[in-house]
């Protein structure tokens, strides 16, 4: 079975840092892979996701993550954060082993101070 | 407006008393989906549906039914629900698989006494 695993459950920066969420998994192929963002009382919505090709996937409101096959790794970062960007953030796979299943990590909620 | 919508969104019941969330996308998705959020886990898959009258079971299927008669709607079925099926449950849908980008719907906040 698939697995993913966020490392940090919150995160906490300060306005115009940068952000930088983990993100590991575990796949015996190349998987694929999608970070979700959640607003508070809100569904998920889709910040970006890595299919194949280029290993940096560009996403949303400055997003994007880089896809290290040889780390099983798929961090997303944004150079400055914003208040706005204060909320839950997801981690997700699928494919591979699992095939249309969708496995998500525990979240990591983001903080940011003024 | 392209969306999913989920009934209802809060519910508060008793022990055994079936119950069922219902879920309809406006579209035209072949893939369906229930997760259930606890604090923690993330989300975790309960059954998912390819097409209509093609369901399979997720990471955490036990206690829970479902069907899909119509490409539109896919009801989450609880027949004797625990207090251990307290949660926050969201349908989801995408254009063929889970492969794909999926649109969820609000939630439904479900609290079994």
């Known amino acids: 079975a698939q697995s993913v695993t966020q490392l940090g459950s919150h995160v906490s920066v300060s306005e115009g840092a940068l952000v930088l969420l983990r993100c590991n998994y575990s796949?015996?192929?190349?998987?694929?892979l999608f970070w979700y963002v959640q607003y508070p009382n809100q569904g998920l919505q889709l910040l970006l996701k890595?299919?194949?090709?280029?290993?940096l996937v560009k996403g949303i409101n400055g997003f994007e993550a880089e896809f290290k096959k040889s780390e099983t790794s798929f961090h997303l970062t944004k150079p400055s954060a914003h208040m706005s960007d204060a909320a839950e953030y997801f981690c997700?796979?699928?494919?591979?082993?699992?095939?249309?299943?969708?496995?998500f990590g525990g979240g990591t909620r983001l903080m940011v101070k003024p | 407006e392209a969306q999913v919508t989920q009934n209802p969104r809060y519910l508060i019941t008793v022990t055994g008393k079936k119950l069922t969330v219902t879920c309809s996308q406006n579209?035209?998705?072949?893939?369906m989906s229930w997760y259930r959020q606890d604090p923690g886990l993330g989300l975790r898959q309960i059954y998912y549906?390819?097409?209509?009258?093609?369901?399979d079971k997720g990471d955490v299927p036990e206690g829970y039914k479902v069907s899909r008669k119509e490409k539109r709607n896919f009801p989450l079925i609880l027949e004797s629900p625990s207090p251990n099926q307290t949660s926050l449950y969201f349908c989801?849908?995408?254009?063929?698989?889970?492969?794909?980008?999926?649109?969820f719907g609000p939630g439904t906040r479900l609290t079994v006494l």
């Open positions: 989801a849908s995408s254009k063929n698989g889970g492969y794909n980008e999926q649109f």
């Open positions: 796949s015996s192929v190349p998987p694929y």
């Open positions: 890595y299919t194949t090709g280029a290993t």
């Open positions: 997700a796979v699928s494919g591979g082993n699992a095939g249309n299943m969708l496995t």
């Open positions: 579209m035209n998705h072949e893939y």
């Open positions: 549906s390819m097409n209509v009258e093609v369901t």
